[in-house]
């Protein structure tokens, strides 16, 4: 089992660029979620999916996060246009619903300058 | 407002000893508490969980205590080993934990001295 996979690992952009973070889950798990974690405020849940619906967006900072799950096996978070306060590690997770344990990727470090 | 607080961002303990790590919640309609690790430049990784319906939780070295009516719960390590020294994420959960949002403390970073 390769478990969560996210990529890019790092990435560096400039303030205004857009940016794409891609998640795969473990195959079987139907729910998803993407946290973003900060110095500041710790591990915060941005949104997260069911069966490739999204459930709750209500920790999406602003109209410039999307987030999409086209199919069981991947998913996007994207910002456009990225600001130096988006800089982060952004970690995407998978679980079974019903069993509270989700597994986490590797995380996405981002920088925009 | 923080619902979830882990009130020592770390903790310095002897390879041998016990570790104590704390978490006090606000929010009493959770009722599935867990506890996570995370290395550096790792995602974090589950490590033991609790219902609100036990008030103790045991898998090897590592305890979990539930304390409801003071909405406090701790994770004991016995004994520590220096490959446990990592920052450790309290969460919590509603509905038995079949929602899957987890709500997160920001953590306590454990040192384990040889």
């Known amino acids: 089992d390769a478990g969560v996979i996210q990529s890019p690992r790092h990435e560096v952009t400039e303030m205004g660029q857009e940016v794409t973070l891609r998640c795969k889950p473990i195959?079987?798990?139907?729910?998803l979620f993407w946290y973003r974690q900060t110095m500041m405020r710790g591990l915060e849940l941005l949104i997260y999916?069911?069966?490739?619906?999204?459930?709750?967006d209500s920790g999406m900072p602003e109209d410039r996060f999307s987030a999409k799950m086209p199919n069981a096996s991947f998913s996007t978070l994207k910002i456009q246009p990225s600001e130096p306060r988006d800089s982060a590690v952004y970690f995407c997770?998978?679980?079974?619903?019903?069993?509270?344990?989700?597994?986490f990727g590797p995380g996405t470090r981002l920088t925009v300058t | 407002d923080q619902q979830v607080k882990q009130n020592s961002p770390s903790l310095s303990v002897q390879e041998g000893r016990i570790s104590i790590l704390n978490c006090d919640y606000t929010?009493?309609?959770?009722?599935?508490f867990l506890w996570y690790k995370k290395y550096p430049a790792e995602g974090p990784t589950f490590l033991i969980s609790?219902?609100?319906?036990?008030d103790k939780n045991e898998d090897g070295r590592f305890t979990v205590f539930l304390n409801k009516s003071a909405k406090h719960l701790s994770l004991h390590i016995v004994p520590s080993q220096p490959g446990d020294s990592a920052v450790y994420f309290c969460?919590?959960?509603?509905?038995?934990?079949?929602?899957?949002?987890?709500?997160f403390g920001k953590g306590t970073k454990l040192s384990v001295k040889p």
């Open positions: 195959s079987g798990h139907n729910s």
């Open positions: 609790i219902s609100s319906i036990k």
């Open positions: 997770a998978s679980s079974l619903r019903g069993n509270g344990e989700q597994y």
């Open positions: 969460a919590a959960s509603g509905y038995g934990g079949s929602q899957g949002n987890l709500i």
């Open positions: 999916f069911n069966n490739n619906v999204p459930i709750d």
């Open positions: 929010n009493s309609m959770f009722d599935y």
